[in-house]
């Protein structure tokens, strides 16, 4: 018989951490705290299996499961003394979800299971505290209901608001026990008058519900959507955990919060945390009343008590527990815990979500307090979370004019680090829409899951209420947006349609606002966004280093990651400027420099054109000559800025109606050029019209038609270096075809352009020569890559090119079905954003296996835009590439990607 059902705590402690996969993230440590004698109230875990059982049943629990969890319930009323549904004294219990990697708020959770009109009563009894149960019931029946029976939390908060209004009471706390009793009457009659039957009665009946909701809501819509971009499998399923209750909202001398042991936002090795007097868990993280803080120091000036002071010797217990902990699990835990009469239980701990920010430190500090080494920390480090230590923040002499131009609205808490601003959205369809003409804020009172995908589209996140571990923070956190949240001063006003602080009143759907996160600061109008320190050291040189704290987290990183890693990152640039950039970011040569954007610039455009557009050789020749100058001139430039790295080359790649003009004016200027009619020239573009043009006339095939260019473009490479040279500096060229598919294509095109090279040197009296090599982009030079390597120096792999051919998938037009590829679950990715590793991958290898068995060591890397995906990297670096190549912003990502391929392989 498969075992379904683990227990924890109490004298039977059947799970550990080390069982994550069956039991998920939630179950495994709280039996794994249970084993370190951590007060954990006893449960046990109904395992991820059985979600996958449940959903093939048709969504029916499994009888031999049924019959587990009575078992373990029966062991529970024993170890407590006390019985589900027992009138006089009930066990109570909560249902748990709990998925492998923790998916916060996204699933659902009912609290204080068993009570029905007779166990409340016994409840009151047991504990002289009627308010206690009566509050604990109206909780129970309106999670029960939202959860289990779809009738939505909102009808109760309703008669909840009327009560107060009535009464004039403004908190939870402040309503009696007989109000409450009268609300659970109310709240049953809304749930009799909705569904036509009554709310159930029994307790098991409840708790087999309950059970069936948490494994739905592994399926809701929100989940869902945190799985896509967790890249989470949709096959895990959740695990759910039935735990004996305890109650923070039994009196003053209890409560409840949630903790982290270092500040999830900057990743400050301090103790952080935020707690609520006489509350249930949920009304922490549901922002509804503002929590106080854990500690003193965070408490500072802001007169709120914090447990620190409220409660020495509970506060005590648990931050000895919470460091114990963290030792423990040898990472920054995310800890719940609850106060039932000065008596601490921990109901959950896990990694906790940090910004990029933190977990760099956090991972900076753990090896400098010897808790794990240099290693797991590069390990640990999310390559794609470097872009936010290179995010632009904003800038401060302008902060400064907004602030004593009075434009600064309020000051909330710093919850989600870095600067956005944006066109004010209400909700989260608001957001979306917007989002389709610029940038957007998302202000809301407090967010909830359901505004997920608004949070996604939105540039950064506001809200009026909660704390620090409210929804809107953890969620943007975790999506690395800046985030500002408990701006109570502001008044959000949706029917009006306005942002209100003081006399500035701003409008939604019209106004800017921006915010920055990391300050808490709330500004009218737009800001304009500054370069991160790591670009003020590195690239614009207006910042000493040694001043710049975040700028020596990032240079440690990547000082480790250049410790471990093998493969080169390079980078792909077309001009000095770029290339200085990415060099400074620690790229190692250029991977793909572009020459046709060389062509654009300026007064050449209309050399080019000529030469496009001319009637024979000798007049593209004519125009050649006045293109070469300006080429020579681009590639001394880069040749300079990376002072002897390598330089990979690529000759004319796209089709040459790219860059003939199709507007009239464009077209006039021609004519004069040329010497010609305007009707000529139009006739002569539209000679150039092809039907599907990137399978048509471009890459090695133009040099093939039209060999005076690419001799023209080796002849530009090659004096740029001699030139260079001569000055002292090293250049080190690779010339390579684009889209062969041929061995002969790269015969053809290689014999013209060492016949240039060799009448160069003899008009020099030099020895100039480079590797010659081509893209792999085409399936056909992939299959037949042993023959086209003996015409090769080395290969670089086009990967977007080689993704469109290889799957027949146009780039340009691909939006249009691509993402319901990725939603109905053809393809787990976007392939051209992450490499398809089974079918392009393959090709990929086949080419790199058949060069090489040509030519050992041939020179293999990767100029597509895969090269800077972290998931891509780590399989090149399988393949056995010897570099890969991204744009500049990318590169310190695909080096801690390629450090990281290096220490897994291990
Ligand atoms: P989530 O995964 O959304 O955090 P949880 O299962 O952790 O959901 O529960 C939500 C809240 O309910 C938490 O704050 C938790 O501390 C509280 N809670 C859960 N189980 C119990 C329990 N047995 N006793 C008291 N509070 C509980
Ligand atoms: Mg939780
Ligand atoms: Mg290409």
Redesign the pocket.
């Known amino acids: 018989m498969t075992k379904h059902v683990y227990s924890f705590g109490g004298d039977r402690n059947e799970g550990s951490a080390s069982m994550r996969n069956l039991l998920g993230g939630?179950g495994c440590n709280l039996a794994e705290m249970a084993s370190l004698n951590i007060p954990v109230?006893p449960g046990f875990t109904v395992t991820t299996d059985v979600c996958t059982l449940y959903n093939q049943a048709g969504k029916q629990l499994p009888t031999d499961v049924i019959e587990q969890i009575k078992e373990a319930l029966k062991w529970l009323e024993g170890t407590r003394g006390k019985k589900l549904g027992d009138a006089a004294n009930p066990l109570l219990?909560?249902v748990?979800?709990g998925a492998r990697d923790s998916m916060?708020?996204m699933?659902d959770?009912v609290?204080n299971l068993g009570l029905n009109d007779q166990t409340v009563e016994g409840l009151a009894k047991a504990s002289g505290n009627p308010r206690f149960a009566y509050d604990s019931y109206r909780r129970f029946i309106m999670m029960y209901s939202d959860v289990v029976m779809d009738v939505h939390k909102d009808h109760f908060e309703e008669k909840i608001e009327e009560l107060k209004a009535k009464t004039g009471k403004k908190l939870d706390t402040e309503i009696t026990a007989e109000e409450w009793k009268e609300l659970c009457g109310e709240f049953k009659k809304i749930v009799k008058a909705k569904l036509g039957k009554d709310f159930p009665q029994d307790p098991w009946e409840q708790l087999l519900g309950a059970v069936c909701a948490v494994f739905n809501s592994w399926d809701t819509e929100r989940a869902i959507i945190y799985r896509r971009m967790n890249r989470i499998p949709d096959e895990w399923g959740t695990a759910v955990n039935v735990?004996?209750?305890?109650f923070?909202n039994m009196g003053d001398d209890c409560g409840?919060g949630v903790a982290f042991t270092r500040d999830p936002g900057t990743g400050e090795p301090y103790f952080f945390g935020e707690y609520l007097i006489n509350a249930?868990?949920?009304d922490?993280?549901a922002g509804i009343r503002t929590p106080q803080p854990i500690t003193k120091y965070q408490a500072a000036d802001s007169g709120l008590k914090s447990l620190e002071e409220a409660m020495p010797e509970v506060f005590k217990t648990l931050l000895d527990t919470c460091n114990r902990l963290e030792k423990h699990f040898k990472n920054m835990q995310d800890l719940?815990f609850?106060i039932e009469q000065r008596q601490l239980y921990m109901?959950?701990t896990r990694n906790g979500k940090r910004t990029a920010l933190a977990g760099i430190r956090i991972a900076i500090d753990m090896v400098k307090e010897g808790l794990i080494d240099e290693q797991e920390a590069l390990k640990r480090i999310n390559p794609d979370d470097l872009t936010q230590l290179l995010a632009p923040i904003f800038d401060v002499k302008e902060k400064a004019a907004f602030k004593k131009a009075g434009k600064m609205m309020a000051k909330g808490l710093p919850a989600g680090p870095g600067a956005a601003a944006g066109i004010i959205a209400l909700s989260a369809e608001e957001a979306e829409q917007l989002s389709a003409k610029g940038p957007v804020v998302l202000v809301r009172t407090e967010t909830s899951p359901e505004d997920l995908a608004g949070m996604v589209a939105a540039q950064g996140i506001l809200t009026a209420r909660g704390g620090m571990t409210s929804h809107a923070a953890v969620v943007a956190r975790g999506m690395g947006k800046p985030c500002v949240c408990g701006a109570s001063n502001l008044v959000i006003d949706t029917v009006k349609r306005t942002v209100t602080a003081g006399d500035i009143v701003l409008k939604a759907g019209v106004d800017n606002i921006s915010i920055d996160g990391s300050a808490g600061e709330i500004y009218a109008g737009k800001l304009s966004a500054f370069p991160s320190e790591v670009n003020q050291v590195l690239v614009d040189k207006s910042l000493d280093g040694s001043k710049s704290e975040t700028y020596q987290r990032f240079a440690t990183i990547m000082g480790w990651a250049n410790k471990y890693r093998t493969m080169k990152v390079r980078t792909n640039a077309d001009t000095p400027k770029d290339a200085g950039v990415a060099v400074a970011f620690g790229a190692e040569g250029v991977g793909l420099c572009r020459t046709e954007h060389m062509f654009f610039e300026g007064e050449r455009i209309l050399a080019v054109r000529e030469m496009i557009l001319s009637k024979d050789v000798e007049g593209r020749k004519t125009a050649l000559a006045k293109v070469l100058p300006m080429q020579r001139k681009d590639f001394e430039g880069i040749f300079e800025a990376m002072n002897g790295m390598p330089v990979n080359i690529r000759l004319i790649d796209p089709p040459l109606h790219e860059f003939v003009p199709h507007d009239e004016k464009g077209q006039a200027d021609m004519a004069k050029v040329l010497g010609v009619s305007v009707e000529e020239v139009k006739h002569r573009v539209e000679k150039l019209h092809e039907f599907n043009p990137m399978m048509g006339h471009r890459g090695c095939r133009l040099g093939i038609t039209y060999p005076e260019i690419i001799r023209m473009q080796m002849r530009a490479i090659a004096e740029a270096a001699i030139n260079v040279e001569k000055k002292g500096i090293k250049a080190h060229p690779e010339v390579m075809v684009p889209l062969v598919g041929h061995v002969k294509e790269l015969a053809f095109t290689k014999a013209e352009m060492l016949a240039e090279v060799a009448a160069i040197n003899k008009e020099q009296g030099a020895n100039f020569s480079c590797p010659i090599g081509t893209m792999i982009e085409i399936p056909r030079a992939a299959i037949t890559a042993d023959q086209v390597a003996t015409e090769a120096d080395y290969f670089s792999f086009g990967t977007n090119d080689l993704t469109q051919m290889g799957f027949g998938f146009s780039r340009d037009d691909s939006g249009s079905f691509l993402p319901e590829y990725v939603s109905k679950k053809i393809l787990e990715d976007d392939p051209f954003q992450s490499l398809d590793q089974q079918g392009i991958g393959e090709l990929v290898k086949i080419a790199a296996t058949k060069g090489r068995s040509v030519k050992p060591d041939l020179k293999l890397g990767v100029c597509g835009e895969h090269g800077g995906d972290p998931r891509s990297v780590k399989f090149f670096y399988k393949v056995g590439l010897n570099y890969v190549s991204c744009s500049p912003f990318r590169v310190p990502i695909a080096i801690v990607a390629a450090a990281q391929a290096s220490l897994e392989a291990k």
């Open positions: 939630k109230p219990v909560s748990r979800s916060p708020g699933m959770t609290l735990q004996t209750m305890v923070g409840t249930q868990g949920e922490v993280v719940e609850t109901l959950q």
